[in-house]
């Protein structure tokens, strides 16, 4: 887990950093950037499981090095998502922005500076050391939680499965398998509800590995069924998709 430095834990100072790095420009006044910030999300989800559903949601642009979430009170609401590629965060951002998470439209922007992580990949960490005289810095909160990875399994998505999957005839409903135990009905929306046609999401009680998603048609299933084929919620577990038997 995360942990924060007992200076860094002072509410107004810490928010006071927050605000100044990431007051609220639009977004074409902040040049692109790996790391992508991301406000009016629900306050009530449960962290680990908001940077579960994030990484579910982003993964599908891009690698993903990092995502920072805070539980301190000024900070609720928001996270940072780290991008090894820059043509995955501007993606992300373009595709996502408005996007309904957990019933609330996300705001998403360049973050202002890059992480710690993204910098050290650039080997321009510690540039920031000669520009003290600049009153704008890298956040105290963002670098240091940078630092060190969450519980969400950051690795390389892959949407190729290792060997062929044995399918039904088509269908408009499809049957998810090889499901990770965390994985939750609004993980699974999040992700089919991005193709045309989609109309639900049935988890099976007592069965945490595999669910049912419903289309309008089978074509539109097809669609989806083929663009997630293999998709990694985390490292070690490749949903599998076919279609459901009739």
Known sequence: MFKVEQAQMRP???FRLYRSAFK??????IRPNH?????NMND????????RSLYALFSQFGQIVDIVAMKTSKMRGQAFVVFKELAASTNALRQLQGFPFYNKPMRIQYAKTDSEVIAKMRGTYGDKDKKKDKKKK???VLTSLAKKPGPVALTPQTNSPTAPVQDNPPNYILFLS???EETNEMMLSMLFNQFPGFKEVRLVPGKHDIAF???????LAGVAKDAL??????????MKITYAKK
Do not use: H, W
């Open 44 to 51: 009530k989800v449960n962290k680990d499981e908001l940077k």
């Open 138 to 140: 890298v956040p105290e």
């Open 35 to 39: 790391t992508i910030y991301i406000n």
């Open 229 to 238: 084929q293999g998709f990694r919620i985390t490292a070690t577990c490749a």
């Open 12 to 14: 107004v100072s810490c």
């Open 178 to 180: 090889n499901l990770p």
């Open 24 to 29: 609220r420009p639009a977004t074409m006044d």
């Open 213 to 219: 998603v419903e289309f309008e048609g089978e074509a």
